[in-house]
Every structure is written in structure tokens, then in C-alpha cells.
């Protein structure tokens, strides 16, 4: 039993779907269960979508919607003929949503919406995958997966999940040789869809892997495998051929955008090798990330945009100490935001957090009744893992630094340009 995983970019078009179907054929007789992201750009699409419902924009939401339903319809014409294809329900599922308004909180509609983008790749690779011969069991993640109502960054039922792929989706592999899921969503008691965290898919793919003691989970990327830096920044971004676990956990805490923080876990706890590899040339051998320790690792550097520093300080001059400090996480807690860099002084507490500005807004009206709460925004947040001077002097070069901590293997500094 192998798990696979594909991200938007393997399926944004009729022709990367049949390389797909290319790489599937390859592994002949193989027990495949395969998670599907959304195709392309439409889960950035389909926040729009939730954005223009939320503000009362019901015409702007339903005809942002409907250009998504017809590019669905014409990738699935194109690959299968049909016109009118056999999933044709998911849309109505949004569509009733759509015509109501909202009474709840944003992060309940945005699950509800953006779920549908995973519903939707899937049903469509599923049933080109049966007419071109590669059969197949589609599977709505939704049955199987349970969680909190923690919307957006829906913490799992390991022992409910556990409990359905045990009675439901083992099974189907005494009839079939490959499932077709999606990652990234799953489904509340209340029958309500949740989101597990943006790039949740891998992390589907390795709770899935745990509960079916795969013997591997393969993420497929447009990259040769890890690389030490985003390649579409850093022209001179280099090839690791083998991570550790340990290694990929402090990258995606970092904010690398290799591997889904909470990914590793499930398949450390199990030994379950995971190997990063490349949709566009399937014969190129990847990353292979297992619990193998790895040395010799060149700087491995992190960028994260669209920074905003929260500056908290005491209104009355006296030591924040720890019980300033933990009120601060009480309200981080409440508030569901997680600071990306944390620096405690005597009387000012320094924090840098993801621009989403309605969270940003809450945190610092909530921290003004215990600190005078300084926001500065537009800044940038570079992370250096086995850093050396010259790699920091030029990544820093002609840029304002606002904060700076580090430690031995790992340096993160707060700018600002000029």
C-alpha cells in the first residue's frame, strides 16, 4: 500500500491530468490510495467566492462561482466527452449556500465553500481515470475524516477516523486497487465541512498513511524534490536528495512551504518514509525524508511576507514577566493566530504574525485593554536554518532590520525595505 498525493499544479489543465494518469499506469498491480488538491489557482478563486458572500455580495459570490462551474464542466467535457457529468450535486452544494446570507462567522462559510474545490478535482480525475481504463473507488473525505468544528485549522478524531478506515476504506482494496480522495477537508458530528489549514492535503495524505500502515507517502511536486529555498525566488536554490523527519518539521514550523507542519507526525509514529518527487519527470528520484539523521545541510532559507509586528508593552511601566506573557497566549489561543517570532523584554513583548487583518484587528483591540499595542505592517520575515554570516549579510543587504533572534543552528530577522 502506497499513498500519493498531488497538488493543484499536477492537475491545472487536461494535459498535466493525463500525466498523471501517465504516472498512476506506472505502478501496475500497486495498492495506490491518492489524494487530489484542487486544481490550480481555485482555491485562491473560491476565497473570493466566500469573501464577496460574507459582504453581502450574493450576485458578485454566485457569478465568481458559476466561471469556476463552467471551467470544471469544460476540463471534464475535454477529458471525458460528457457534458453533463456525474457530479453535477457538488455544485448545488455551494449554490444553496450562496442564495442564503450569513449569519456565522467567516471561518465556518470559507469551509463550507472552499471544500468544494477538492470535491470537485477529484470527481472529475476519478471519472476520467474509469473511462480511460485505470479503475478506480471515489470516496468523499468528508464520511471518513472527523473533526472539531475548529474552522479552518479543524484539529482530527484519530480514534473515529481510525474506527472508518478500519470498517470503510481498507476494504475497498479487496475490490479495487486504487481509492481516489481529497485531502485538505473533512467533516464535523454536525455534518458541517471543515478545512484542515492551507497545504492540508499532505497532512490527509499522512493520516491516511498512519491508518492504513502504508509502506510510503509520495507527495508529487513541479520541483525536483525539497529544495533549500523557494526556487521561484531564489534562482540559485539547491536539491536535497534526504531530510529528516526532525529537519521537515523545523522548515514547515518556519513556514516553508514544502510540507504541511502537522504532516510529519503520523508518519514518524509509524516510520513511514516520505518521498517528495516530481510530476514532470517521474524519473528523477526525489527527497526521501525518514528518521535517518542527515548532516552537512546547506543554509536553508525561509521568506515570509505580509508580516505584521505587534508591539505590546505595560501601560504602567512594571515588568510584563511571565503573567503578561501568558495572557498574551490565552489571547493568541482565543483568537485561533499563532505568532511566527516571539521576543520577550522587560516591559515590551515584540511578536510577528501573518497579515490577516481581521485576526490582527481582534488581537490588538483585545490586547489594548491589558497593553498599550503598537502594529506595524508590510514587513518580511526571513528564517536561515544552518546559517552563516555571508548567506545573512546578503539576504539582509539594503534592508532595515526591526527584529533579530537566533540561535545556534537557526537565525530570523524582521525587515523592512530600506
Known amino acids: ?27 501496475p498491480g500497486e495498492k495506490l490510495l491518492i489524494i487530489i488538491s484542487a486544481m490550480g489557482k481555485v482555491t485562491n478563486a473560491l476565497e473570493m467566492v466566500a469573501g464577496e458572500f460574507y459582504k453581502g455580495n450574493k450576485e458578485q459570490a454566485l457569478a465568481l462561482f458559476n466561471e469556476l462551474k ?24 455551494v449554490e444553496w449556500l450562496l442564495h442564503d446570507k450569513p449569519v456565522r462567522e467567516y471561518d465556518y462559510y470559507y469551509d463550507q465553500i472552499v471544500c468544494i474545490g477538492e470535491l470537485l478535482s477529484t470527481a472529475i480525475v476519478s471519472h476520467y481515470f474509469n473511462q480511460c481504463g485505470i479503475k478506480n473507488q471515489w470516496i468523499d473525505v468528508r464520511d471518513i475524516v472527523r473533526t472539531d468544528d475548529n474552522f479552518r485549522d479543524a484539529g482530527i478524531d484519530w480514534n473515529y477516523t481510525q474506527a472508518k478506515v478500519n470498517d470503510e476504506v481498507a476494504p475497498m482494496f479487496q475490490h479495487t486497487d486504487i481509492v481516489i480522495t481529497q485531502g485538505f477537508i473533512g467533516c464535523t458530528d454536525e455534518n458541517e465541512s471543515t478545512t484542515l489549514g492551507r497545504e492540508g492535503s499532505d497532512y490527509t495524505a499522512a493520516i491516511f498513511a498512519n491508518m492504513l500502515n502504508a509502506e510510503s507517502q509520495t507527495i508529487w511536486k513541479d520541483v525536483e524534490g525539497v529544495m533549500n529555498a523557494d526556487p ?8 536535497i536528495s534526504e531530510l529528516s523527519y526532525t529537519e521537515v518539521i523545523e522548515m514547515a514550523y518556519y513556514g516553508a512551504q514544502v510540507i504541511h507542519p502537522k504532516t510529519i507526525k503520523p508518519l514518524q509514529n509509524k516510520g513511514i518514509p516520505l518521498h517528495v518527487k516530481c510530476f514532470l519527470n517521474a524519473a528523477l528520484q526525489g527527497t526521501v525524508i525518514s528518521n535517518q539523521p542527515v548532516h552537512n545541510l546547506p543554509p536553508i532559507i525561509v521568506v515570509k511576507q505580509e508580516q505584521v509586528l505587534l508591539q505590546f508593552s505595560s501601560k504602567d511601566f512594571s515588568f510584563i514577566g511571565e503573567k503578561g506573557v501568558g495572557k498574551l497566549y490565552d489571547l493568541f489561543a482565543d483568537i485561533k493566530i499563532r505568532p511566527n517570532l516571539m521576543q520577550s523584554g522587560a516591559i515590551t513583548v515584540l511578536c510577528s504574525l501573518d497579515d490577516r487583518p481581521e485576526r490582527i484587528e481582534k488581537l490588538a483591540l483585545a490586547a489594548s485593554e491589558l497593553f498599550d499595542v503598537q502594529v506595524e505592517k508590510n514587513l518580511t520575515l526571513l528564517t536561515v536554518r544552518h546559517y552563516n554570516d555571508a548567506i545573512v549579510e546578503k539576504l539582509t543587504a539594503g534592508r532595515q532590520q526591526v527584529l533579530s533572534q537566533k540561535t545556534i543552528e537557526t537565525i530570523q530577522v524582521v525587515m523592512k525595505e530600506g
Do not use: C, W, Y
Open 1 to 27: 500500500m502506497k499513498v500519493f498525493k498531488f497538488g493543484g499544479a499536477s492537475i491545472n489543465s487536461t494535459e498535466r491530468i493525463e500525466n498523471v494518469a501517465k504516472i498512476i499506469r506506472s505502478f
Open 70 to 93: 463552467k471551467e470544471h464542466l469544460n476540463v471534464a467535457a475535454q477529458l471525458t466527452g460528457d457534458t453533463m457529468p456525474p457530479f453535477n450535486d457538488l455544485f448545488t452544494e
Open 232 to 239: 521561484k525566488k531564489f534562482t540559485d536554490a539547491v536539491f
